[in-house]
């Protein structure tokens, strides 16, 4: 069938929208409408190659839309339903059969390898027949259709936006999920979050749903220090004029218990370390480019400190999104409060958008 792609097609390149042939679905294969995918620091580093992917390829991995067709041995799934396309894995694996199938042991080709599970080829293809790398993720959702796989879906409950709840598949996952399932914060504790983007804010909403009592955002933009408190940090620090070790050491009468990185800047992962002391633990979040290395004080950790990342909100995805999606319709996590919505044509406006800061989290509106 012929879809309208962003495709990008070398290194560095820019997003550009034309169309494209997309293969019908195959065993355990579902074809979804994709209403709106966000856009994540994650496409940008794999555009510019800190996360290999195939190009030229279609990129975009928080999708949501509604299921159009299933192919052969699809259960679980029915067309006209409302999903959010989630994070692939193989299920098979002793991460998957361990209950954490974002660590899958297949993940990297299921991520990035370009093309179907079990090395079927790509899903995609130019009019004139060139190849280009699908299932970026497992969906390639820069597209008015995607091709997935039936365990990567999470029904959307009736009622709500389909078109808002594709970025649930990744930034705010991994924010939400770094607390709940990773930190699990005890009564009275405190945490830092450094970088007040989507996984930043995430994080501080997850962390007011949590015990936690002290709930710090560090940033360098006014705006999201203010968005921050509103939706839950008791505590900011812009870190544009200000020492953060030395602020998170006067709010907490110490360092505090935990800690989270979002931004993947070596130097700021630094802070995060030691803004955290005696039985400590600091989580790593963001993405930084690839090769990148950082440094920790081996006296301080030496102390009971837990240096530790997390990938994708750890865990069950099925399942965090979906509470996560029971919390918004709860009102404590509106998510909704940091997205701007663009249009497919206009996919350069929101990269640039999210780049410089001005839009916390772009969604690409599909035309149809």
């Not at 067709?69 to 679980?76: I, R, S």
């Not at 179907?116 to 390639?140: E, Y």
């Amino acid at each position: 069938m012929e879809i309208t792609a962003a495709v990008v097609e070398e290194l560095h390149g820019p997003f550009v929208v034309r169309s494209l042939e997309l293969e019908d679905p195959g065993p355990g294969d579902v074809l979804v409408k994709v209403a709106a995918t966000g856009y994540c620091h994650t496409d940008g580093i794999a555009r510019d190659g800190d996360l290999p992917f195939p190009l030229p390829g279609v990129l975009g991995h928080e999708g949501a839309g509604t299921v159009v067709a299933v192919g052969e041995g699809v259960t679980g799934v029915r067309e006209g339903q409302d999903v959010v396309l989630g994070w692939p894995y193989c299920g098979e694996c002793r991460n998957c059969l361990a209950g954490e199938p974002r660590y899958c042991l297949r993940l990297g080709e299921l991520v990035g390898g370009g093309q179907r599970p079990g090395g079927r080829g790509s899903a995609l293809r130019t009019p004139d027949g060139g190849t280009v790398a699908s299932h970026f993720f497992g969906q390639s959702s820069f597209a008015t259709y995607a091709m997935t796989s039936a365990s990567s879906l999470v029904p959307v409950p009736e009622g709500l936006p389909v078109e808002l709840m594709g970025p649930l598949a990744c930034g705010l996952a991994t924010g939400a999920g770094a607390v709940f399932n990773t930190l699990r914060p005890e009564p009275g504790s405190s945490i830092v979050v450094y970088g007040a983007g989507t996984v930043g804010l995430a994080a501080v909403m997850a962390a007011r749903c949590s015990p936690a009592t002290t709930i710090i955002a560090v940033d360098r933009h006014a705006s999201r220090l203010r968005l921050a408190t509103d939706l839950g940090a008791t505590h900011t620090i812009d870190a544009t004029d200000t020492d953060p070790v030395g602020a998170v050491t006067d709010i907490c009468g110490g360092p505090a218990d935990a800690s989270l990185d979002c931004t993947g800047i070596p130097s700021v992962l630094r802070q995060a370390i030691d803004s955290v002391g005696m039985l400590g633990t600091a989580l790593l979040i963001g993405g930084a480019p690839a090769g990148a290395e950082f440094s920790a004080d081996h006296l301080s950790t030496l102390w009971g400190k837990t240096i530790r990342g997390t990938l994708g909100g750890s865990g069950r995805g099925q399942a965090l999104i979906s509470s996560l999606m029971d919390l918004h319709v709860q009102g404590r996590f509106p998510f909704d409060r940091l997205v701007q919505y663009f249009p497919l044509e206009d996919i350069a406006d929101a990269v640039e958008a999210s780049h410089s800061g001005v839009v916390v989290k772009p969604i690409i509106r599909m035309p149809h």
